[in-house]
């Protein structure tokens, strides 16, 4: 049988997901909300396990490859490692993945590995714990790092730690960082400050990409992949070599790169609410539909929303939002 494929009206082939099972987190982290966090939706009002299930096979049949879980925190959701494992049962084939920021990772790594992802990524925008902690507002780098161990010793594959690089904060770790996670054989990525929420953003944090890069060259003697690379075909990351050693290190240039010719993916958040672009405010609702169960009206209003898909990223107010609120 033919997998099907949907592309948007510009052509691009729609294949990957990023689901957000709650808008709930442990961390208050600088550029995701406010320190005094944000309104959490009632339960009745996010998708349940269920839910989320029963849409996938909708967006499976559709021609998502990818699927990726998001918060949010992911783990701070009850059951979500258990779900991690019945979603792999119902979707052997399936591209699985997840995004934490692996506080609570080192309690769940071992229910987690036996859901086979094909990979994870976990936060990691500094290494000094002093630091951490004033970015979080809550954390305990401690905690990260033990998730991170968990994770490794696990064997959960595909690891890859983001960083999002931020002027007068941690650009000067970008070496050590780099270092850290390629000893535990992590794939380190560098990512561009986005303009997600006008409160929280400011263009002087901002580090473009061709500058993150140069803050790198201590780290390794970096030439660019060749395209066509698993790693570079599955996301908008340019990934680098090291001549030397041959470790990779990634940079997301979410800002500067203007990555929208490439992009293949779908956002849904924790209450069912779908956007094709992340900087692009409308949303496609389909918590009724799902509640429903009614799959010829979520299939269309899906098809419809994916028409929604902007040629390019529009820099306006009516997309900012809060990180947490859309699952990244």
């Not at 995701?32 to 909708?58: H, N, Q």
């Not at 692009?280 to 898909?309: F, N, P, Q, V, Y």
Request: charged share 25%.
């Amino acid at each position: 049988m033919i997998p099907m494929v949907i592309t948007d009206s510009r052509g691009r082939v729609i294949k990957y997901a990023r689901i957000s099972v709650t808008d709930r987190c442990n961390y208050r982290c600088v550029y995701c909300m406010p320190e005094e966090g944000v309104k959490s939706r009632a339960r009745f009002e996010t998708m349940r396990y269920g839910d989320i299930i029963w849409l996938s096979r909708i967006l499976v049949s559709l021609g998502i490859r990818h699927i990726r879980f998001t918060g949010g925190e992911p783990l701070v959701r009850e059951g979500m490692a258990d779900f991690l494992v019945s979603f792999r049962e119902e979707f052997p084939a399936l591209d699985i993945s997840m995004t934490t920021n692996a506080s609570l990772l080192s309690g769940f790594a071992g229910t987690i590995a036996k859901a086979r992802l094909s990979g994870m990524n976990v936060s990691l925008d500094t290494l000094d714990g002093d630091k951490f902690a004033a970015m979080t507002r809550l954390g305990d780098i401690s905690d990260v790092m033990s998730g991170i161990a968990s994770a490794v010793g696990r064997g959960i594959p595909n690891i890859k730690t983001n960083t999002v690089v931020m002027r007068g904060f941690n650009e000067h770790e970008l070496p050590d960082i780099v270092k850290f996670s390629q000893k535990l054989g992590l794939i380190p990525r560098m990512i561009e400050f986005m303009p997600l929420s006008g409160n929280l953003w400011r263009r002087e944090n901002f580090v473009p990409s061709r500058e993150i890069f140069e803050l790198l060259k201590p780290a390794g003697d970096w030439k660019p992949e060749a395209r066509g690379r698993r790693e570079t075909a599955r996301g908008p990351a340019k990934y680098y070599t090291d001549a030397r050693t041959g470790l990779k290190v990634g940079i997301i240039d979410a800002i500067s790169g203007r990555f929208c010719p490439e992009c293949d993916r779908l956002r849904i958040t924790a209450a069912g609410n779908m956007r094709a672009c992340l900087f692009k405010g409308e949303e496609t609702s389909l918590l009724d539909l799902i509640r429903g169960m009614d799959e010829a009206a979520a299939r269309g209003a899906i098809l419809t929303g994916i028409g929604l898909k902007p040629e390019k990223r529009e820099d306006s107010a009516d997309g900012l939002c809060h990180m947490s609120d859309i699952g990244g």
